[in-house]
């Protein structure tokens, strides 16, 4: 992801109003002195909630979503095309099979920036009522970077990618325990995008925009149009980063700027505000290229970023996003927030 909120962000997915960018360091406009903006949030934007008080309201454990995530992680780093992504594939198929879901593959390939070699990419698609011609997108990606590249002491080291991969699909995991019993006229189905950042060499300016970022993504908004399923995507929602400590979810400006998405961000704020959820910041921060853009450009589905590119600074692209910088806490507010959103869209 990039992104840019007057300065020039660099992060793993990437940030439109301006560059490559993932979900916490800012750089200055020369691309030089990365500062993180590692604040703690204030009392203003942190709710008061506990996990047990969550589960109690809402059913969504962040518990059991934290475990996911720990699973997710022990398979160590998961870039396109790599052993740990096959174990991660199976042991996430797997999950959503024994719940009720039916899982496909979107199978494609991607060239290797490196060798040019071809790297095998497949987006998984997890659909739940998949009678209902209207649907909902739930969308995060799967893969993880493939080296810390914003790591001070090892550029070159293991990146396992714990917030920065695998909290949006450890959220989707105990979302998924919900959706067999979902009382709506909507089928959703969530995407996991394959190849969002396999990138060895990132940009520098506007101009030099690095490696491709958004392999799977762009793939599934283009067969979205080629080849027309027999349903329709009425709303999409991305989730990128929404499991570190401390999250501050702002609004996103493409997710605003866009006249047919900007109801779904008011529907989705203005329900976390009335649960109390007040990580969910209703101000405009950020200007993200993530792989909400090939969804909404491509594809036309009006679908909003949510992602933290504040919280989670310090670890983006280290050695140090891992599950100790992570938090149950973090995953149960966004989880319950998506789980009574789904209940109620309209």
Known sequence: ??????????????????????????????????????????????????????????????????DYLKQLSAIGPRPSGSAGMVAQQKLVADHFKKLGAQVSYQEFRARNPQDGSAVPMANMIVQWHPDRKERILIAAHYDTRPFPDEDRENKKGVFIGANDGASGIALLMELGKWMPQLKSRYGVDFVLFDGEEFVFRKG???TDRGDPMFLGAEHFAKQYVIDPPPYKYRWGVLLDMVGGEGIQLYKEQNSIDWRDTRPLVSDIWDLAARLGVREFIPRVKDQIEDDHLALHDIAKIPTCDIIDLSG????????????????????????????????QVK
């Not at 840019?4 to 979900?23: D, E, M, P």
């Open 1 to 66: 992801m990039r992104g840019l909120s007057g300065q020039t962000l660099f992060f793993g997915a990437v940030i439109t109003a301006g560059v490559l960018g993932a979900a916490a360091l800012l750089l200055d406009p020369l691309g030089l002195n990365p500062v993180a903006n590692s604040a703690a949030p204030s009392s203003t934007t942190s709710s008061k909630f506990t996990v047990d008080e969550i589960r109690q309201r809402s059913g969504f454990d962040g518990r059991e979503a934290f």
């Open 312 to 343: 989670y600074a310090r670890f983006w692209h280290t050695q140090q996003d891992t599950p100790e910088h992570c938090s149950p806490l973090s995953l149960a507010k966004v989880g319950w927030v998506m789980l009574e959103w789904l209940k």
């Open 204 to 206: 520098t300016s506007f």
